[in-house]
């Protein structure tokens, strides 16, 4: 079956960097996305990957290992508004997302 | 500059009583689609539309229909909501059903039932 895992909650310090990881299981790969959903509002775009290698987008980087079926969502500088959860979601071969539960993220002072 | 849009933002029915949900979007997008999502829980997909052609999920209840009238609009019909259906409904748009498309998601509609 095709699956995603990820933690269900983690807690970082204001300022400090945090790493979200994802491993998943499809049938065929057409890349790994990563959303940002604040509580009570719609997930938002953060990065694809479809490439093995990190991608640097400001405080956010992502990274993708297709051999391990392994993605990773780093947050450095975090700030208070980065506390959200951070959804993993894999494309299959027929271009359906698979989607993870979430990882929620606290941030504290 | 809403892309797209989602109303009402919250919904109130009765347990039974036919509800319709409704999207909108202004980017011109060839698929849409609807998820719906419960807390906590990974966004579950009910149904897809690449333009006119409908793409109805194996596990998507019955209970659950969907209409594209045009591009712009796409509606979610229930027909007859349970305690159970009371969840986030997010539509969300992607320009082809493709690799690297990413979504683009109204801002949802959570719906009570009572």
């Known amino acids: 079956g095709q699956n995603i895992d990820q933690p269900t909650e983690m807690t970082a310090t204001e300022g400090a960097i945090v790493q979200i990881n994802c491993t998943y299981q499809t049938s065929g790969f057409n890349g790994l996305f990563w959303y940002q959903q604040h509580a009570g509002e719609a997930p938002t775009f953060l990065s694809y990957n479809v490439l093995d290698g990190l991608e640097e987008k400001g405080r956010f980087s992502s990274f993708l290992s297709r051999s391990k079926g392994y993605s990773y969502l780093l947050l450095k500088e975090l700030q208070m508004k980065d506390s959200a959860s951070y959804l993993c979601?894999?494309?299959?071969?027929?271009?359906?997302?698979?989607w993870g539960a979430g990882t929620k993220l606290i941030i504290k002072p | 500059d809403a892309m797209v849009i989602q109303n009402p933002r919250y919904q109130v029915t009765q347990f039974g009583k036919p509800v319709t949900l409704s999207c909108s979007q202004t980017?011109?997008?060839?698929?849409m689609y609807w998820y719906q999502q419960k807390s906590s829980q990974a966004p579950k997909l009910l149904f897809h539309y690449y333009d006119k052609d409908f793409n109805n999920e194996a596990d998507t209840p019955d209970n659950f229909q969907s209409r594209r009238p045009n591009t712009s609009f796409c509606f979610l019909d229930i027909r007859s909501p349970g305690l159970g259906d009371a969840a986030m409904y997010l539509c969300a748009t992607s320009r082809v059903r493709g690799g690297g498309e990413k979504l683009f998601f109204g801002s949802g509609t959570q719906l009570s039932v009572l």
């Open positions: 979601a894999a494309m299959d071969s027929n271009y359906q997302l698979i």
């Open positions: 980017l011109n997008h060839n698929v």
